[in-house]
């Protein structure tokens, strides 16, 4: 089983309220991709709510293989669902990991 974790961070400037609007479509479309890709095994988004960290939206999700991972990263439906953080993300990172 592969463990896949990304953190968002984004952009200080963008206002609050269209940061709770975005982080939450975000959500939503992320936690609605199980039923368009069968091989997400679990996905869950945690939108943070310490304004003392610097990560604002944490992804959490579970595939078989590395390969699927891949697969979920290209899929047309994440694709749509990464896009509406484009214009308000300033950061990301990920760990993929083995267990």
Known sequence: MVKHIVLFKLKEETPTGEKLEVMNKFKQAIEAL???????????????INPAEQWNIALYSEFDTLDDV?????HPAHVAAARLLADVKENRS???YEV
């Open 70 to 74: 891949k697969a979920y990263s290209v």
């Open 34 to 48: 199980p039923s368009v890709i069968p091989f997400i095994r679990k996905v869950e988004v945690g939108l943070n």
């Open 94 to 96: 990920c760990v993929d």
